[in-house]
């Protein structure tokens, strides 16, 4: 018997919903965690429809069964019961009424599993990577397994509604973000000081970094910032830049609307240096081995605000107050440090080497990056492995509340996704997205280049911070759990 897919496939239409997808986050299990390999769901949903269901017999249902493919690979027909339930009739029709099992030896991110399922296929998905692992887990095993609907009656309160509009329950869901909130009131319980609001309630929710070196020119000295380009917000109707400028020998800043000088050119160029003082530059050569020596520093330049009560960001200059909270939590660090290695029995700030120098894609190790902790600054490695910490004890509590081992393992499974989440908004490789006035992810693509000026994020109330990052997670959760009790699923760490 022929399949639908050996005969033909609405390629460009289905190519154009899997396009489209790239830009879905909420909901997605792309937010889930960063995975290289990722294939659409749109492509990887029509597609197993299409190779498990016969080719027809006539034109007329071949024309009615493109468009059907069409319409399932669309994004906001994922969770449509009418298309769906269909889909799932065809192909056990077209199996004699048995489930077609499915399996997939290296699933990576999981979306072919995961629409197998959604096809009401019993699924195996296997993998090596640890990383991928944990996402199936997460995308496939966890939602099937604790996340079933449990419908109430009379009673509002944690409700939620499903794809038919049934008022209905999720226990994984709900203690998930129980739990998630725990952690961050938890966390802004001990750090949350040294992220102080400003005296008009506005809150600082990122900081403006930029590396430093000094100029080689004997006569001068100065400290070089390194920036790739002075621009804060550049939008239409909002242009905002840091000006530099020379006061007594050293480069100072100051934030200027609608520059008269031109912000996008910077200091720094492909690691040849500019110094704004006497005008002698460094070659890249030199920039690479004064980061080696020991001999950068980096500079705290501006902050930027949010007002509760206003939409617009605005900007200002770091201030030694500034410095001095930042340096109140490089000591705080290292105390923290050494209380939970003592506890650990490890560094909880990741001792391991990065990937030898000249591995394809990163290049940070040729300025003296050489472990992966090395990719934070102070406040950052405190964040971080303070939500570590936190997530921890959610296990521990759950524990001690009397829950499951294995469903406590599943809850904070999310919580974990969530740290990685924030810690790729969070390191000294995020830059500034001065159009979206936002910090950008560390994984822009798959590899680590060196970043001059980066931004470093308020984790605790910033617009990246754990309740942006977390909320993709939430709803990647909810969005997986009208997919429980459809069919068996089972995922193997193939490390085994």
Partial sequence: MKRFIEQSFPVKEVSEESAREKNIRHGHISTLHIWWARR?????????????????????????????????SKWENSLNPVLIEKARRDVLEANGGEPLKVLDPFAGGGAIPLEALRLGCETYAGEYNPVAALILKCTLEYPQKYGAVIKEEGKEEGKWKDERGSMSKNPLLDDVKERGNWVLAETKKEIGRFYPEEDDGSIPVGYIWARTIPCQNPSCGAEIPLMRQFWLAKKENKKVALKPFVSNGKVEFEIVKNPDFEPAK???????????????????????????????????????????????????????????????????????????????????????????????????????????????????????????????????????????????????????????????????LSVWNNIAEKQEHTFGRQALPMVWDYAETNVIRGVQGWEKQFSYILSALQNLSPLTQISPVEVEDNER
Avoid at 40 to 61: K, Q
Avoid at 64 to 72: E, G, S
Avoid at 291 to 297: L, P, T, V
């Fill in 40 to 72: 659409p769901l749109a492509s990887s949903r029509a597609t197993a429809y299409a190779a498990l269901i016969p080719a027809p017999d006539d034109t007329e249902e071949w024309d009615m069964r493109r468009q059907f493919i069409i319409n399932l």
């Fill in 266 to 428: 910077g200091t720094v160029k492909g690691a040849i240096a500019t110094c704004l003082v006497c005008g002698s530059t460094v070659d890249a050569n030199t920039t690479r081995k004064l980061f080696r020596e020991g001999k950068a520093s980096q500079r705290m330049i501006a902050v930027v605000l949010h007002h509760p009560k206003r939409k617009s960001k605005t900007y200002r200059i770091a201030t030694d107050d500034d410095l001095a909270v930042f340096k109140e939590a490089e000591k705080y660090l290292k105390d923290k440090r050494a209380k939970l290695m003592e506890e650990w029995g490890i560094d909880p700030v990741p001792d391991e080497p990065l990937p030898p120098k000249e591995t394809l894609g990163f290049r940070v190790q040729r300025y003296g990056i050489l472990k992966w902790g090395d990719l934070f600054n102070s406040r950052q490695k405190l964040a971080l492995i303070t939500f570590t910490e936190k997530v921890r004890l959610a296990y521990k509590k759950m524990i001690e509340e009397g829950y499951d081992e294995d469903y406590a393992k599943a809850v904070v499974s999310y919580l974990g996704l969530g740290v990685s989440r924030v810690a790729d908004r969070n390191s000294s």
